[in-house]
């Protein structure tokens, strides 16, 4: 079946500018996790969505990062007023069971890069 | 709070000898730990995990590791390694106790498995 996909794969922006990452999960999966993979860092976790529930967004950097899922399905991360230090792969993740113990599927990414 | 270290950026080995991708970490009660590899232009894919039971955990393409909880340890480990198993590796751990959902990663170890 489909993977987890991400679109685009490659974003460049001029500074100040917002930016929307697409994140489509593999069906049926109910929880959605988006990372962020800086040059030389490990995976930094951003936020998370689970079926109905209040999202997790205990790892976003700023207000200027927002992510919504809508219909349960697809998600959109949203960074406003981008900054070079935003440049980085963004990771977007389903897995199937709500518990930490599950296995999670990445998309291919999207790499950020601000001018 | 939740950490996971991967003490070598790099790990070299020969074709056909053993290899060994080191792992420590830190967590409030039992932890769940996970394997990825992640191949160039590639997302990261699934090796194998621990949950619970036996401490030796076998996963994808030969690989295996084992838990040591005095040790606070996750090695990854394969018998005989094969070119194709360059790429780079990431650690990761989610607690059980706290509930969390999101993945805590350590930065990689890039393995180079030379012909």
């Known amino acids: 079946g489909a993977g987890v996909s991400q679109s685009p794969s490659n974003k460049v922006t001029e500074k100040g500018k917002d930016v929307e990452l697409r994140c489509d999960p593999i069906?049926?999966?109910?929880?959605l996790y988006w990372y962020r993979q800086s040059l030389g860092q490990g995976l930094e976790f951003l936020i998370y969505?689970?079926?109905?529930?209040?999202?997790?967004k205990s790892g976003l950097p700023s207000d200027r990062f927002s992510a919504e899922r809508t219909g349960g399905s697809v998600s959109t991360l949203t960074i406003q007023r981008t900054q070079q230090e935003d440049s980085a792969v963004y990771l977007c993740a389903s897995s199937l069971r709500r518990e930490g113990a599950g296995e999670q599927f990445f998309g291919p990414g999207t790499r950020l890069t601000v001018l | 709070a939740q950490s996971v270290a991967q003490p070598e950026d790099q790990v070299n080995v020969a074709e056909g000898n053993p290899l060994t991708v080191k792992c420590t970490y830190s967590v409030s009660g039992n932890p769940y730990l996970f394997w990825y590899v992640q191949y160039p232009n590639r997302g990261l894919q699934f090796l194998l995990k621990y949950i619970t039971g036996d401490n030796l955990v076998k996963g994808s393409y030969g690989f295996e590791a084992e838990f040591n909880k005095s040790q606070t340890s996750f090695h990854l480990k394969k018998p005989s390694a094969l070119v194709s198993d360059s790429a780079l590796y990431f650690c990761?751990?989610?607690?059980?106790?706290?509930?969390?959902?999101?993945?805590?990663f350590g930065t990689g170890t890039r393995l180079t498995v030379i012909p």
């Open positions: 969505f689970q079926g109905n529930s209040a999202p997790d």
């Open positions: 990761a751990v989610s607690a059980v106790q706290t509930g969390a959902n999101n993945l805590f």
């Open positions: 069906s049926g999966h109910t929880a």
